[in-house]
DNA sequence: TTAACATTTAACCTAAATGTTAAATATATT
DNA sequence: AATATATTTAACATTTAGGTTAAATGTTAA
């Protein structure tokens, strides 16, 4: 985990929209991938991937596994980026 | 431009590590490469991208290019990560 | 336990990213 | 003009990322 990771897992359209469909609810994996025109098995590693950085979280529930957003690892890439934007804390 | 090549840009350890050394002033292409153990060519490259991200500027100097940090792109990519945060303004 | 559904993992392919060396370009100096 | 220095670009090799299909896993329910 780290910096590196999460701004991998970002650097990715899909990722990014998954986690802006996110913000809203939980949702299952199925329902993630309704909304992209690619297989599930990709939509599954993306997942993975955005887990691997720990920008989601996944509980099964069932034969449904739910994924929420967890915003906490954001932090430190706020941090980074606000250092090198000058760490004035203001602007 | 935009937040993907933002991200992208910003996915790379050694184009972070550029821009944390362009925090404290302009430097040369040839200054920036005496600080990686990988080519010339190969961080010419990488300042490339960082340019066409526009988070860097060149201005050549005689035989000397000389690179500073433009942290204006990064404005977007803080409120894209704030608003993924819960936008609350706070916190 | 078998069938059906949800999701992931494996195997494979292609495209993109990163590194290298060698050639090209731009400037300075003699 | 010729040479030296700084940097980029081209050509190529290797690695990594992202997509696909097919097989595997986990869960539910008949």
Known sequence: MGLQQTLKALSDPIRREILNMLKS??????????????????????????????????TREGQFIYYQINTSVLEETMLWIADLKGDNDND
Chains 1, 2 share one sequence.
Do not use: N, Q, Y
């Not at 609810?25 to 993975?48: D, K, N, Q, W, Y």
């Open 25 to 58: 609810g939980r949702m299952s994996a199925g329902e993630i991938c309704e909304h992209f025109p690619v297989t599930g098995a990709s939509i599954s590693r993306h997942l993975s991937v955005l887990k691997d950085a720990d920008l989601v979280r996944d």
